[in-house]
């Protein structure tokens, strides 16, 4: 079974910008979660979506959204970048849930912004 | 304040010896807790998950252990590899139906040869 891929690996903005990330989940997975994972901070929680609706939704600002399809790809948007959303963006996916199975990662998107 | 809490927060051991990572918890009420192992610039990797029925669980060389009575959780690395170095986080999750996951920020772990 094929694992979570993410889209670009790497990814070079300038301030100002907005940048689309992508995320296909293991099949048969209904859940994807995003996350922002930076030095200092580690595995910061952005939202989960299931079945194409936001379950849950980190302390991030309206910048940052994302939505899932019917085949359970899930994209992340940020507008209007700025520097500090420097970071390693991880998608993982799950059967059920985030809180109730194991989560699977994919090997994320570094997002650098000048 | 972080509901998990690792420790130590890095160290470095000698290829072939031992090592224990902790993690201690206050995510109340108790779903499951998680290891995972991060190569540098990777995604994480899971080890173990564990629910409050479960004390110990292992994966090669990898052994958890949980005492959810006082929330604690450690990670037991056993005669070490160059390819263990890596960060290990753990990763509670609540039983409160919000299906939300607290993270522990990480142990770093180098091992030299």
């Known amino acids: 079974k094929a694992g979570v891929t993410q889209t670009p690996r790497y990814l070079i903005k300038t301030r100002g910008q907005q940048v689309t990330l992508s995320c296909s989940p293991i099949?048969?997975?209904?859940?994807v979660s995003w996350y922002q994972q930076t030095p200092g901070q580690g595995l910061q929680f952005l939202f989960e979506?299931?079945?194409?609706?936001?379950?849950n939704k980190g302390n991030f600002p309206g910048r940052f959204s994302g939505r899932q399809f019917s085949n359970s790809r899930s994209e992340m948007n940020v507008s209007t970048l700025e520097l500090g959303d420097s970071a390693l963006y991880l998608c993982a996916s799950s059967a059920r849930g985030q809180g109730y199975n194991e989560q699977f990662f994919g090997p994320g998107t570094r997002l650098t912004v000048l | 304040k972080n509901q998990v809490e690792q420790s130590p927060q890095s160290l470095i051991i000698l290829e072939g010896k031992n090592c224990t990572l902790q993690?201690?918890?206050?995510?109340?009420?108790?779903?499951?807790l998680r290891w995972y192992k991060q190569d540098t610039g990777r995604g994480p990797v899971s080890l173990t998950i564990?629910?409050?029925?479960?004390n110990t669980k292992s994966n090669g060389r990898y052994t958890a252990t949980l005492d959810a009575d006082t929330k604690q959780s450690s990670l037991h690395i056993t005669a070490s590899q160059l390819s263990d170095s890596a960060s290990y986080i753990c990763?509670?999750?609540?039983?409160?139906?919000?299906?939300?996951?607290?993270f522990g920020k990480g142990n770093q772990v180098v091992v030299i040869p």
């Open positions: 099949s048969g997975h209904r859940s």
């Open positions: 979506y299931f079945s194409e609706t936001q379950r």
């Open positions: 993690c201690n918890y206050t995510v109340s009420p108790f779903s499951n």
């Open positions: 990763v509670v999750a609540a039983a409160d139906g919000n299906n939300r996951l607290a």
């Open positions: 564990m629910t409050f029925s479960e």
